[in-house]
């Protein structure tokens, strides 16, 4: 049975320590987020806790990864990564 890729660890949020388990990429991109905006990895996820409506913890977390990238990903920065047909017909 192939193992797991998702990584355990432990985040002080809400009403104490808690355990998330999320990709390695994910983990990574928290720590960007974290490096980017000047705050710990606990006052990050305590933040996403506190805007989740509905749904678990680990998929707030999830959700706001996407979203951060996503605004500030550009169209300019999609081309020079070669997303997209008009850059897929240049090679």
């Known amino acids: 049975m192939?193992?797991?890729r998702l990584v355990n660890r432990n985040v002080v949020a809400g009403t104490g320590r808690m355990s998330m388990r999320l990709?390695?990429?994910l983990w990574d991109a928290l720590a960007e987020i974290c490096e980017r905006e000047g705050r710990g990895i606990h006052e990050l996820v305590r933040g996403i806790d506190g805007q989740r409506e509905r749904g678990g913890r680990t998929s707030a977390v999830r959700v706001f990864v996407v979203q951060y990238f996503r605004a500030a990903a550009t169209?300019?920065?999609h081309l020079a990564a070669g997303h997209g047909p008009s850059c897929q017909a240049a090679a």
């Open 75 to 77: 169209e300019a920065g």
């Open 2 to 4: 192939p193992r797991s």
């Open 23 to 25: 990709e390695p990429e």
